[in-house]
């Protein structure tokens, strides 16, 4: 007998059978599996398509941001669109394949991406620009008020550079922010904020290095020249044997006195 597995949805134990019946059996079973994962894309695929014709009318109607940002042609283009593809999935597109759906969906974000994205940046890029001047402000307040006491051994040259940096970067925000203030809210921006934040990030990475830059060591107390320190160690043992001497002299002569003292006495 063998035993024939499709996956964990379905196991088989055939007996008696030769080889050829097993391989068209394992056949079969492969192409089940395989329609029926095509039957799951599809239905998310058609699902997709429901959720993002539901939520974009659902912003058209109630997002005031896409009003600012899109002309009334826009709008009423993407909407008889939304309307027609809502009413395909009604009819013909009921039971469409994959490639139908993927295609409808991929047809509609070509026309609303591009705003639903400015309406992001309405509030994105002035958050975006802001966070960048302050981020610019703390770094050079750091470099110039702290790195002194903190960081002595970063020199002036590698200080004024940052700097340099930093106004540099601070200038380039203010002539992307009055170009834009000079473009229709209706067209694509001059920036975005993703690029503004990896401008900002220039900054960062710069002031990051230098804090990361080693102290030097502290320099060696430096070490007597060995003859000198040899003389030395000798002048101190003879010193040491020399008051060893005195000592026992000393003792010697106190013990000499202490014997002759009796014999004072008795006399």
Same mark, same amino acid.
């Given at each position: 007998?063998?035993?024939?597995?499709?996956?964990?949805?379905?196991?088989?134990?055939?007996?008696?059978?030769?080889?050829?019946?097993?391989?068209?059996?394992?056949?079969?079973?492969?192409?089940?599996?395989?329609?029926?994962?095509? +039957?799951?894309?599809?239905?998310?695929?058609?699902?997709?398509?429901e959720?993002?014709?539901?939520?974009?009318?659902?912003?058209?109607d109630?997002?005031?941001?896409?009003?600012?940002v899109?002309?009334?042609?826009?709008?009423?283009?993407?909407?008889?669109?939304?309307?027609?593809?809502?009413?395909?999935?009604?009819?013909?597109?009921y039971?469409?394949?994959?490639?139908?759906? *993927?295609?409808?969906?991929?047809?509609? +974000?070509?026309?609303?991406?591009?705003?639903?994205?400015?309406? +992001?940046?309405?509030?994105?890029?002035?958050?975006?620009?802001?966070?960048?001047?302050?981020?610019?402000?703390?770094?050079?307040?750091?470099?110039?008020?702290?790195?002194?006491?903190?960081?002595p051994?970063?020199?002036?040259?590698?200080?004024t550079?940052?700097?340099?940096?930093?106004?540099?970067?601070?200038?380039?925000?203010?002539?992307?922010?009055?170009?834009?203030?000079?473009?229709?809210?209706?067209?694509?921006?001059?920036?975005?904020?993703?690029?503004?934040? *990896?401008?900002?990030?220039?900054?960062?990475?710069?002031?990051?290095?230098?804090?990361?830059?080693?102290?030097?060591?502290?320099?060696?107390?430096?070490?007597?020249?060995?003859? *000198?320190?040899?003389?030395?160690?000798?002048?101190?043992?003879?010193?040491?044997?020399?008051?060893?001497?005195?000592?026992?002299?000393? *003792?010697?002569?106190?013990?000499?006195?202490?014997?002759?003292?009796?014999?004072?006495d008795?006399?």
């Amino acid at each position: 007998s063998a035993r024939v597995s499709s996956g964990p949805w379905l196991s088989l134990s055939f007996k008696n059978l030769d080889n050829s019946a097993i391989q068209k059996s394992v056949r079969i079973l492969s192409e089940l599996r395989e329609k029926d994962i095509m +039957r799951q894309r599809i239905a998310a695929a058609r699902n997709d398509l429901e959720t993002y014709i539901y939520n974009t009318r659902d912003k058209l109607d109630v997002d005031e941001s896409i009003a600012q940002v899109s002309t009334s042609k826009e709008r009423e283009v993407l909407l008889s669109e939304i309307s027609q593809a809502d009413d395909w999935l009604s009819d013909d597109g009921y039971d469409a394949s994959l490639a139908q759906y *993927e295609e409808k969906l991929s047809g509609l +974000r070509k026309l609303s991406d591009a705003i639903f994205r400015r309406a +992001r940046e309405l509030e994105e890029r002035p958050r975006q620009f802001q966070a960048c001047r302050d981020h610019l402000n703390l770094t050079r307040r750091v470099v110039l008020d702290k790195w002194n006491v903190s960081m002595p051994h970063s020199n002036e040259t590698e200080r004024t550079d940052l700097v340099n940096t930093i106004e540099e970067t601070e200038r380039w925000i203010n002539e992307k922010e009055a170009a834009q203030a000079k473009k229709p809210l209706t067209e694509n921006p001059v920036i975005y904020s993703e690029e503004i934040d *990896e401008y900002c990030k220039l900054v960062a990475r710069k002031a990051y290095i230098l804090t990361q830059k080693p102290a030097p060591r502290p320099s060696p107390k430096p070490r007597a020249p060995k003859k *000198e320190a040899k003389a030395e160690s000798e002048k101190e043992k003879a010193k040491e044997s020399s008051s060893k001497k005195t000592e026992k002299s000393a *003792e010697a002569d106190s013990k000499e006195e202490s014997a002759e003292k009796p014999q004072r006495d008795e006399l």
